[in-house]
């Protein structure tokens, strides 16, 4: 049985919502803007989505997992800053798409058909590395297809009604457009506005180019009002479930609140049941250091407790959770970093580290053990005038203890680490080693620091690990000076 982070309230949320349905699958949706790649920060939601989507999957239900993308969002200054890292040049180059649909503008990097797909291809790629495997809904593809046309009927048809109801019901909020129309001259989005709209015409000008161009209502394009195209969106895609964050559930100008109303008086009714969930707040230092230094369960874990609740990020904090969180049955995560990563490094080659699960605690465990424990994790073989100034009784009880390390774990393959403990410490006593003279030394030997058991590094030695030591430390003593 897996134990998923999903709270008595949620799945009350959950089962009061499943009940009601007449269809027989569950859609839980989200969405992203295909405009930049943020830092962890934003990650949340999609996590706790995909934790909510495998829950109800583990419950027998069909769930879609959808992901849309405002890809025909006009694309801002800031955002373009961040998504070219502040590169000047490329800033310059496109600074001059700033206003326009992200899908019709090209890619800064030159590798995807356009800037929108260049940077959803990203965020899917980050969310597939944290086992949050989404289907991609593409809204310039949604409008571009006609999936949107009955809305855009309602909308043209009703506008002045439109307006009136959002004014009457939330007099505070202030809608800027309820259509976007894109000038058909220069493509700008942010700069155009409907002059007019007589019979099937509507007249558009644009401040950017400076034009005055009409068009019919079959063939403009352009986008709705963010809130009016959630609520469509909630309509053509049947969502069920959705997170969201406080600022969207503000009564009087919240987008959850005031697309659920516009649905219900416009669009068909429909409006997702709210997975509320908290803001993640974290230091600019801690920006883009998570995602390469946690491996996906501990970095999953960190985002899924206490979901309606914020979490202030700090370093004592995620050095804390690595503690709490296992990667296997025997290891947390700093466990992991801190006795066997050294020593799993030496064996890059070594066949155990071919399963990607392995890969993926070594790779994000040497970063983590620099970024957060502030140490390298490099192979860690004995200096040579530490080889040169070991004493010789020192010596033989290591390769004592060593050998029988090796027969202990070929003969007890799959021993546990308490049972593996007892023999050892049965073994150093009927062998009348002394740990208090000896362990100090192979802490040397391994330039392992105090506080991480001797006895547990020793279980975690690989086979190969131990041959090498064998070596090295065989070698000062059988070696004479050539004649
Ligand atoms: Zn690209
Ligand atoms: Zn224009």
Redesign the pocket.
């Known amino acids: 049985m897996i134990d998923y982070f999903i709270d008595d309230e949620l799945k009350t949320i959950l089962e009061k919502r499943i009940s009601s349905l007449s269809k027989k699958y569950i859609t839980v949706g989200t969405g992203i803007t295909s405009s930049h790649l943020g830092d962890e920060r934003n990650l949340r939601e999609f996590i706790i989505a995909d934790e909510t989507v495998k829950y109800l999957r583990s419950q027998g239900y069909n769930t879609l997992f959808l992901l849309n993308d405002d890809s025909y969002d006009p694309l801002n200054f800031r955002q373009l800053r961040v998504a070219v890292n502040k590169d000047e040049m490329l800033i310059e180059k496109y600074k001059k798409y700033c206003g326009m649909p992200l899908t019709l503008i090209p890619?800064p990097?030159?590798?995807?058909a356009s800037y929108s797909?260049?940077f959803q291809?990203e965020i899917l790629n980050r969310l597939s590395s944290l086992d949050v495997n989404v289907c991609i809904v593409d809204s310039s593809a949604s409008y571009e297809s006609g999936l949107y046309d009955f809305a855009k009927e309602i909308v043209f048809t009703k506008m002045e009604e439109i307006e009136g109801f959002c004014k009457n019901r939330f007099p505070t909020y202030k809608m800027k457009k309820i259509y976007w129309p894109l000038c058909p001259q220069c493509h700008s989005l942010e700069a155009t506005n409907i002059k007019s709209i007589k019979g099937d015409d509507i007249e558009i000008i644009c401040s950017n180019c400076k034009s005055d161009s009409t068009v019919t209502r079959g063939k403009i394009k352009g986008k709705f009002g963010g809130k009016i195209d959630t609520a469509v969106k909630w309509n053509v895609f049947h969502f069920d479930f959705e997170p969201f964050s406080k600022a969207y559930l503000d009564p009087d100008v919240g987008t959850y609140v005031i697309a659920k109303s516009l649905s219900e008086k416009f669009f068909g009714g429909n409006a997702p049941e709210i997975i509320e969930y908290g803001q993640v707040l974290m230091g600019k230092t801690l920006s883009y250091t998570l995602l390469p230094s946690l491996p996906k369960n501990v970095f999953r874990s960190i985002f899924l407790q206490k979901r309606k609740r914020d979490i202030t990020l700090t370093e004592g904090k995620i050095i804390q959770a690595t503690k709490e969180c296992a990667v296997d049955e025997k290891n947390s995560f700093y466990d992991y970093v801190t006795t066997r990563l050294p020593h799993e490094i030496l064996e890059g080659l070594d066949y155990k580290l071919v399963n990607r699960h392995s890969i993926d605690l070594l790779l994000h465990g040497s970063v983590f053990a620099k970024q957060f424990l502030k140490r390298d994790v490099l192979p860690k073989l004995p200096q040579e005038n530490f080889l040169n100034s070991m004493d010789s009784q020192a010596v033989h009880q290591t390769l004592h203890i060593f050998n029988w390390i090796v027969d202990h774990k070929i003969e007890y393959p799959n021993e546990t680490y308490d049972l593996f403990a007892k023999s050892l410490n049965k073994f150093l006593k009927d062998s009348e080693i002394g740990k208090a003279n000896l362990f100090p030394f192979i802490r040397k030997l391994f330039s392992l620091e105090e506080g991480i058991p001797l006895s547990r590094v020793f279980f975690f030695l690989s086979l190969q690990s131990l041959y090498a030591y064998l070596f090295i430390i065989e070698r000062p003593i059988k070696s004479s000076p050539h004649p």
Do not use: G, S, T
């Open positions: 890619d990097y030159e590798c995807h797909a260049h291809n």
